[in-house]
């Protein structure tokens, strides 16, 4: 099957920015300008395309990345012009409690679009998803979203970007007015100024010579473009050099942009109001002509099946097949569908596909292309492209899809631990039986999710990374797979870790039957760098005890950790050396050294000592001058930290470092202490040990057991 467009004529793009920066909008005017839509559905009337879980379009905001695909061709004259491309675009959630979503779309795709809100400038998501980005070297455009709204500032925004990003933020275009006098663009590569009919929305673009109040501030800013251009072209930096800016073209801008792009070194900022139509047709010229395709990135690196040898695979359809799942999605037409970038090769519908991940052979019964929630049924897929599958029944979240001849193990995905639970449960014995079942399938789906059942009081306990989070879970419990349940009150993921070193032994012993069942070992253990989680070295000498007890010993370790020994919370950030242990040929059974395993942990860890710890979280809030003491000494009194202050216009930014166990309810105590003027936003930083007065009353508390 011939390819419809070459990889050189492929993009794969996210689009991701703060919540309502504009993301979403601006993916639905991408769309409709590329006659995918043929109508402009809007974020606010729970009409968007990408929104289309109903818990997104009643709450206006995106929870889940969708994903679709548009064709575009360029007309700014640059060495693309009228070329059609395909765009593979992947919409995010600027919600920090969903920014696994992004974490796993960055993960597959080869460039993004950074939508930031103009009056604001960077926020403390954009922060966020612009380090995930940074993490997996993924090349990007700022596009200043909302220059209609009152107090958009470009000069600012680009400022913002600069110094809270360490990024080289180079403007490409200008605003033509502001606020309500935004009427278009004024574009820095040709020189000439945009103004977007309203009557077509936006359709009709008629291109004029740049205003005259405006020409001054257009050629200082244009002569600031050549200059960075210089830096990625050597004619342009002798053409500057010579103050010969006029000979330099359109076109040599256009590859020194692309140059500086490619290389990360550099960041193309355009901007516009993608909700009264202005300037996203430019923005999809960008992307084609500056975001690379997936021959310009690195071939993708992996490992053999046994981990001992690097093995990469080139973005070409003449490759043995390789292929990363990202995402699952339970359908309730096809059932589950698995997500997959591929990036080499190619396949037919039906095919058998290998999961070295897993060690299983599957079948892709049959191959789609999504455009949100609706599919398009292709009969192969090739690389540079994301689809869908259905029929993959063992693949999860970051597994690799290759060729079972040519196996490649491609690097997985990490995720960041929960940091909030409630008790959950079922109201009937007919909502139990489906709880389990929706829990497992919930978890598959969603890496930041977890669920656990206390096997003592048999209550479940659900975790996510927030209190929208978990709302969102209950709300897709009751309306997708019918389950009606109690919840409790958000409650803490507090975590145990110990404070030095610590040695022990565990012995177990038992008479079953008529047999004994005997195992013992010696144990030592030590911190190690915090968010390392457990690791485990075996120095048993090979006399005394087989080999194969040892996976058996780290088994049993690995269960002990899920319950600590000061109050059960689970223990991390430890090391485990097992240095001895004693073997009798008959009495010796792998599960008794599970046990002892078990008990020379528990032991050690109380001659190490052991300590609980808390999420802190980075929390921002925005607030008018006149209550900036009363929020102050909130946060002071909920164990906060100032870290920072800064102003923007009237308002007060304060940065801070909280507990999250003294945050919930904050939203309701801020807006009743500054008259709903002040907001703020919260995400995750770090764990660290709490105070031992709150240590005490944790575990007085938790020793009651939790209660709905």
């Known amino acids: 099957m011939t390819r419809e467009y070459s990889l050189e004529r492929t993009r794969n793009i996210g689009i991701m920015a703060h919540i309502d920066a504009g993301k979403t909008t601006t993916t639905e005017r991408i769309l409709f300008y590329t006659g995918v839509n043929y109508k402009m559905g809007e974020v606010h009337d729970g009409a968007a395309t990408m929104d289309w879980m109903e818990q997104e379009q009643e709450r206006g905001i995106t929870i889940t990345s969708a994903a679709t695909n548009c064709f575009w061709k360029p007309s700014d004259g640059g060495s693309n012009d009228g070329v059609e491309h395909r765009i593979n675009i992947i919409d995010t959630p600027g919600h920090v409690d969903f920014t696994i979503e992004v974490e796993r779309s960055l993960r597959v ?27 997996y070297d993924v090349p990007r455009i700022a596009f200043l979203n909302k220059m209609d709204k009152l107090g958009a500032n470009f000069e600012a925004s680009i400022q913002s970007i600069r110094e809270r990003l360490a990024a080289n933020p180079v403007a490409i275009q200008l605003p033509l007015g502001t606020g309500d006098a935004h009427a278009g663009i004024i574009d820095l590569i040709r020189m000439k100024a945009a103004r977007f009919d309203e009557e077509s929305r936006g359709q009709n673009i008629v291109w004029e010579p740049i205003p005259e109040d405006d020409q001054n501030l257009a050629e200082q800013m244009h ?23 006029d000979q330099v073209t359109p076109h040599q801008i ?16 355009l901007c516009g109001s993608a909700f009264r139509n202005k300037g996203v047709q430019m923005l999809l010229d960008a992307v084609v002509n500056y975001l690379p395709s997936p021959v310009d990135i690195p071939p993708v690196e992996g490992v053999s099946k046994d981990g001992k040898k690097k093995l990469t695979r080139k973005a070409s359809d003449d490759e043995p097949f390789a292929a990363l799942a ?243 919370f689970p223990l991390v950030d430890i090391k485990a050396r097992a240095v001895d242990a004693t073997y009798h040929e008959v009495d010796s059974t792998p599960p008794a050294y599970e046990v002892a395993a078990s008990i020379a942990l528990e032991a050690a ?89 709150i240590q005490d009353e944790i575990i007085r508390k938790i020793r009651g057991e939790y209660s709905l």
Not at 254 to 269: D, F, M, N, S, Y
Not at 349 to 371: D, S
Not at 648 to 675: E, G, H, W
Request: hydrophobic letters at 35%; aromatic letters at 6%; charged letters at 25%.
């Open 326 to 568: 990202f995402k699952l999605a339970t359908d309730p037409h096809v059932g589950n569908l698995t997500y997959f970038r591929v990036y080499s090769g190619r396949l037919t519908a039906g095919k058998v596909v290998y999961n070295p991940t897993r060690n299983k052979r599957e079948r892709l019964v049959r191959i789609l292309r999504m455009h949100a929630c609706k599919r398009e049924e292709i009969k192969e897929c090739n690389a540079g492209n994301i689809y869908a599958a259905v029929g993959l029944r063992d693949t999860r979240t970051g597994d690799t899809l290759c060729d079972e001849k040519h196996t490649i193990v491609l690097e997985q995905m990490t995720f960041p631990d929960p940091v909030i639970q409630i008790a959950i449960e079922a109201r009937t014995k007919a909502d139990l039986d489906r709880l389990m079942d929706s829990l497992q399938r919930l978890e598959q789906e969603d890496p930041s999710f977890r669920w656990t059942t206390n096997e003592e009081t048999g209550q479940t306990m659900i975790s996510g990374m927030g209190e929208l989070h978990l709302e969102i879970v209950v709300d897709r419990l009751k309306r997708e797979f019918h389950v009606q349940a109690n919840v409790g009150k958000p409650q803490v993921s507090y975590r145990e870790t110990i404070l030095g070193k610590g040695r022990a032994e565990g012995k177990f012993e038992r008479v079953v039957g008529n047999h004994n069942i005997f195992g013992h070992l010696v144990l030592e253990i030590e911190p190690v760098e915090r968010g390392k989680g457990f690791v485990f070295e075996n120095a048993i000498p090979v006399d005394n005890l087989p080999k194969d007890f040892i996976p058996h010993i780290e088994k049993g370790l690995e269960g002990a950790l899920t319950r600590g020994v000061l109050a059960g």
């Open 254 to 269: 256009h590859q020194a942009i692309r140059k500086g792009t490619l290389e990360g070194k550099l960041v193309p900022v």
């Open 109 to 135: 795709l080869d460039g993004a679009i950074a939508v930031f809100d103009a009056a604001n400038g960077v926020e403390p998501q954009s922060e966020t998803v612009w380090r995930q980005a940074d993490k």
């Open 605 to 693: 860890c109380k001659t190490a000592g052991v300590a609980i710890m808390e999420p802190i979280m980075n929390v921002e809030v925005v607030t008018p001058d006149n209550y900036l003491g009363d929020v102050i000494g909130d946060l002071n009194a909920r164990r906060g930290n100032v870290t920072g202050m800064s102003q923007r216009r009237n308002l007060q930014i304060i940065d801070c470092q909280v507990p999250l166990a003294t945050m919930f309810k904050y939203t309701t105590d801020l807006r009743s202490k500054t008259q709903g003027r002040a907001t703020h936003t919260m995400h995750f930083s770090h764990y660290s040990p709490v105070p031992a007065n």
């Open 223 to 245: 002569e600031v473009l050549v200059e960075a251009c210089a830096d990625f072209d050597e004619s342009i930096m002798s053409k500057y050099l010579d103050g010969c800016l």
